[in-house]
């Protein structure tokens, strides 16, 4: 699969993520406490809801519906109601620039 | 006007269901990134110092009331013991429910439990009717969390003042629980994976209120009940009062919280046995922002939000004669004026699903 630039580093801030849409799919990329950048699928898998209006603390993802929450290195389901994982897409980070290898 | 149907298995869930409003997009006020960021931070210090409070307050007045028990002296110890065993256990299993009250998930869950024990509520069934409550508000048939049901049956409203018909309701709901887990009901909200969860909570409330009730019957003495099990009826008027002040009177079937709820001002007491969910409206459209940081958002939102009520008296004043001729017409509704400065209310979207909310029905 393609790497597609999705956003700049300076984008989003630390400790924070925000929304990216790209070929009729929706993605969350987040940029965390450390520094690093990640990707999810970028609903909840809850209720569909959009995770960028959501919380980052620390390495977890709250969704802003029903404060489920989700590890956003793993996508791994962390807080009910979330009870099924998120979908996680590889990122590379290139010259300021983020690329996400979108599935 | 039609009749209100609000069984999730009734025709007014499969409407709700069918014509898209379950899955509608909720009106949002906006607020801007940076300062919803900073809303939305968790912190432990302020629930720390609120349950250090409340907890210390009601080991103090238990044993105030224990010390000067069987004489009259010891009854306000007792109700004061009540309020904060069967209403403030109300707002902490709601806020701890949500996750935001502590920041340490571990302290959330801590209250949570103790919490959802004291309100008489299984603690692994209820979280999910409040997602429900959360997505769903108000929606008939799908919302498993409606206190004034339309038409309003007074009777019902006055009993549970005591808590009476919630104990009613809970004591063989629990029994089944124990017994088999979640009702069919339950089960149209309560995901398969938890309902071990559910019956494994059941059986250790049982268990508790077993050995409370024998603890009572083998020293011949009212006390062990009047610790356990009879504070969330004779101290229930509290979080009743403020509950019903939530969404009474208002509109069903919307996709906009400043149509189906209220903001009311109030004394700090009832504010800290409340925890901060008098400011309701704000509560329900932004569920991530914590108790002890909804003046601020209040603060922010206002001139997008109708008036919010002055005092409990004047929200009660304004709820109830509109309860009352729900009594008559379960179609009435208080629909409350906007500032100028507020975006209209969401009122393109599915008002006109038959059977639901005709916009004639406001006045
Ligand atoms: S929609 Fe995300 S937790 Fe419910």
Known sequence: ?103 | MIKRNYSPFGPDAQRAVESGLTAAEWYHTDVPRKVMKDLMARSDQPAIRDTIILYGCMILFAGLGIALWPSWWSAPFWLAYGVLYGSASDSRWHECGHGTAFKTPWMNTVVYEIASFMIMRNSATWRWSHARHHSETYLVGRDPEIAIMRPPELAKLVLNVFGIIDVLKFIPLILRNAISGPTVEERTFVPQSEWGKVRRVAIIYVAIYAVTILSAVAWGSLLPLLLIGLPRMYGAWHHVMTGLLQHGGLADNVIDHRLNSRTVLMNPISRFIYWNMNYHVEHHMFPMVPYHALPRLHEVMKADLPPPNRSIAEAFREMWPAIRRQMMNEDYFLRRTLPPTARPYREDFRQYVPGMMPTSAAE
């Open chain 1, 1 to 103: 699969m393609p790497w597609t630039l999705a956003c700049a580093t300076d984008d989003i801030d630390e400790e924070d993520l925000i929304r990216w849409d790209h070929g009729g799919q929706t993605f969350a990329i987040y940029h965390s406490p450390d520094g690093e950048f990640f990707a999810t699928a970028g609903l909840c898998t809850h209720e569909n809801v959009h995770l960028c209006d959501g919380l980052v603390m620390g390495h977890l993802i709250e969704c802003p519906k029903h404060n489920g929450q989700f590890d956003y290195r793993t996508g791994e389901a962390k807080r009910a109601p979330a009870c099924a994982n998120l979908k996680t897409y590889p990122v590379k980070v290139e010259g300021g620039r983020i690329f996400v290898e979108v599935a």
